[in-house]
């Protein structure tokens, strides 16, 4: 193989780890206000007695 091609593999392969670790971390960071949102209007309070 020539060093272009291999030059092009490693390059590849440091795009594709470097996308991994941007994708874990907008997950991260998305994931609490995701589900706050998603969670909206419902509170955390004591649960209601049914019944009398």
């Known amino acids: ?3 272009r091609g291999l ?3 490693i390059v590849l ?3 594709k ?3 991994l670790v941007i994708m874990a971390l907008v997950s991260t960071f998305i994931a609490a206000p ?3 949102w998603l969670m909206k ?3 955390l309070g004591e ?3 049914a019944g009398g």
Request: aromatic share 0%; no cysteine.
């Open 47 to 49: 649960p209601v007695a």
């Open 13 to 15: 392969n440091i795009g």
């Open 34 to 36: 995701l589900i706050r």
């Open 17 to 19: 780890d470097l996308m």
């Open 1 to 3: 193989m020539n060093t």
């Open 41 to 43: 209007g419902q509170e």
């Open 7 to 9: 030059m092009e593999l």
